[in-house]
T-cell receptor, first 110, second 112 residues
Framework: SQTIHQWPATLVQPVGSPLSLECTVEGTSNPNLYWYRQAAGRGLQLLFYSVGIGQISSEVPQNLSASRPQDRQFILSSKKLLLSDSGFYLC?????????FGPGTRLTVL | QKEVEQNSGPLSVPEGAIASLNCTYSDRGSQSFFWYRQYSGKSPELIMFIYSNGDKEDGRFTAQLNKASQYVSLLIRDSQPSDSATYLCAVNVMDSSYKLIFGSGTRLLVRP
C-alpha cells in the first residue's frame, strides 16, 4: 500500500530563516506530487505540483520553491521565511485517481 | 481562474439526520470529483470520488454529480457526532497536467 511521509511534523522558525520540508512516497512509482498550504481556518492552496523528476509547476508567485530530486521525493524550500508563510503544509500524491495526503507539517513563523 | 465553491457553513444537523453538502465548479472540462473529510489539525482523508453523472453510494455516504449544472454534492445519512468535521470538495483540472483544486470546505456540526 502507498504511504506518504512528511517531516518535520511541526516547526517554529524566525522570520528570514531558511526552510526545507521533505515529502517521500512509498509503494508507488512515478506519482504526481503536490504541495498545498492551508492557512488557519482556510482552504487548501495549491503551491506546486510535479509530474516527474525535475519537473515542477508553480501555482502562485511567492518566496517558496520546490524540487523533485528523486521519483518519490518532493522538497519545499525557502531562502527567507515571511510571517505569511505560516500554515499547515501538506504533501499529496496521486496516480491519476484520488489524491492522498501526508500527515502535514505545521509551520509557525515568528 | 478555475474555481471550486463551497458554502463555509457551519451546517448544523441533529444526530441521525441527513447532511447535504454542496459544491460547484467552474471548469467544464473537469473529469473527476472528490470529497475529503478533515478533522481539526489533521490532514484531509478521502471519503469518495465520482467520475460519472448520477449517484455513487458507499455506506452512509452518497456522492451526486451533475456535470451539466457543474454541481457535485455529498449526502451523509444517519449523521453521527463523529461526522463533525470540515468537508472539502476537490476537482481535477484537465489542462497540461493533473491538477487538483480544492474548495474552501464546509464545516459540519452534528448535534447529539
Amino acid at each position: 500500500s502507498q504511504t506518504i511521509h512528511q517531516w518535520p511534523a511541526t516547526l517554529v522558525q524566525p522570520v528570514g530563516s531558511p526552510l526545507s520540508l521533505e515529502c517521500t512516497v512509498e509503494g508507488t512509482s512515478n506519482p504526481n506530487l503536490y504541495w498545498y498550504r492551508q492557512a488557519a481556518g482556510r482552504g487548501l492552496q495549491l503551491l506546486f505540483y510535479s509530474v516527474g523528476i525535475g519537473q515542477i509547476s508553480s501555482e502562485v508567485p511567492q518566496n517558496l520553491s520546490a524540487s523533485r530530486p528523486q521519483d518519490r521525493q518532493f522538497i519545499l524550500s525557502s531562502k527567507k521565511l515571511l510571517l505569511s508563510d505560516s500554515g499547515f503544509y501538506l504533501c499529496a500524491w496521486t496516480s491519476g485517481t484520488a489524491a492522498l495526503f501526508g500527515p502535514g507539517t505545521r509551520l509557525t513563523v515568528l | 481562474q478555475k474555481e471550486v465553491e463551497q458554502n463555509s457553513g457551519p451546517l448544523s444537523v441533529p444526530e441521525g439526520a441527513i447532511a447535504s453538502l454542496n459544491c460547484t465548479y467552474s471548469d467544464r472540462g473537469s473529469q473527476s470529483f472528490f470529497w475529503y473529510r478533515q478533522y481539526s489539525g489533521k490532514s484531509p482523508e478521502l471519503i469518495m470520488f465520482i467520475y460519472s453523472n448520477g449517484d455513487k453510494e458507499d455506506g452512509r455516504f452518497t456522492a451526486q454529480l451533475n456535470k451539466a449544472s457543474q454541481y457535485v454534492s455529498l449526502l451523509i445519512r444517519d449523521s453521527q457526532p463523529s461526522d463533525s468535521a470540515t468537508y472539502l470538495c476537490a476537482v481535477n483540472v484537465m489542462d497540461s497536467s493533473y491538477k487538483l483544486i480544492f474548495g474552501s470546505g464546509t464545516r459540519l456540526l452534528v448535534r447529539p
